[in-house]
C-alpha cells in the first residue's frame, strides 16, 4: 500500500511537472506579461515595452557557458547592437536564493560593467516564477518578443555545439538573426531551437 502511494505521488508530481512545460509558450504564442524587479529594486514589466522588439535572456554570471559569451565579447555585442536600434533587452536571474546565480546586486553590477553589457534592464527572479512561466531551461535561455506581444523565437543564443571560447563568435546567432529577419518583414527562419549552458538552479 506505501509503495503503490509514493508511486502515485511521483507520477502525480511527473504530470505536474511536464504540465507546467506544456504550458509554457511556444513560438507564435502570446508572450506572458510579467513583472520583476531591477538591481535597484525598480518594478519593471513587459508590458512596459508593449509596441516594441524584447529580447529575454536568462543570465547566471557564475556558468561557464554564460562567461563564454561575455567573455569573448558576443552577448555584449549583440546587445549593443540591437538596444541601439530600439530592442529593448531584459535580461533575468532565475537563480534561487542560497543557489549558484543568485549574488549580490553589486557582484552583478561589476559583472555587467567589467563585460560592457547593454541589456536595458537586469531583472531578479529569485522565487523561478517568471523563468518557470516561460519553461527557461539553461543560461543562457533566450526569446525574442514582436512589436505585438508575440514569441517568435525561443532557444539558444547561437549554434556553438559544443559551445567554446574561441568559436562562439564565429558562429550563427540566431537572437540577432530572428530580429534582422522581423525587421525586414521576412518570415524568421529559425523560429526554435535547442538551448545549451547551465542548468538553471531554481
Request: one cysteine or more; aromatic letters at 8%; glycine letters at 10%.
Amino acid at each position: 500500500m506505501k509503495t503503490r502511494f509514493i508511486l502515485t505521488a511521483v507520477l502525480a508530481t511527473a504530470a505536474a511537472v511536464s504540465g507546467a512545460m506544456a504550458a509554457a509558450p511556444q513560438p507564435g504564442d502570446s508572450a506572458p506579461n510579467f513583472s520583476l524587479n531591477d538591481l535597484s529594486g525598480k518594478k519593471v514589466s513587459l508590458a512596459d515595452y508593449k509596441g516594441k522588439y524584447v529580447v529575454l535572456e536568462w543570465n547566471n554570471p557564475g556558468c561557464p557557458f554564460v562567461q563564454a559569451q561575455y567573455n569573448t565579447g558576443a552577448m555584449p555585442k549583440v546587445q549593443q547592437a540591437e538596444t541601439a536600434k530600439g530592442v529593448v533587452w531584459l535580461t533575468i536571474n532565475s537563480g534561487a536564493t542560497g543557489k549558484q546565480g543568485n549574488e549580490p546586486s553589486g557582484d552583478i553590477h561589476k559583472f555587467l560593467a567589467d563585460h560592457h553589457a547593454a541589456p536595458t534592464a537586469y531583472l531578479q527572479d529569485s522565487d523561478g516564477t517568471v523563468g518557470r512561466l516561460y519553461g527557461a531551461r539553461t543560461t543562457p535561455d533566450m526569446y525574442v518578443i514582436s512589436p505585438a506581444g508575440k514569441l517568435i523565437y525561443d532557444g539558444a543564443i547561437d549554434d556553438a555545439n559544443p559551445p567554446a571560447p574561441d568559436n562562439i563568435p564565429g558562429k550563427t546567432n540566431f537572437v540577432k538573426t530572428a530580429l534582422d529577419q522581423a525587421m525586414a518583414g521576412k518570415p524568421v527562419s529559425v523560429q526554435t531551437s535547442r538551448p545549451y549552458g547551465c542548468s538553471i538552479k531554481y
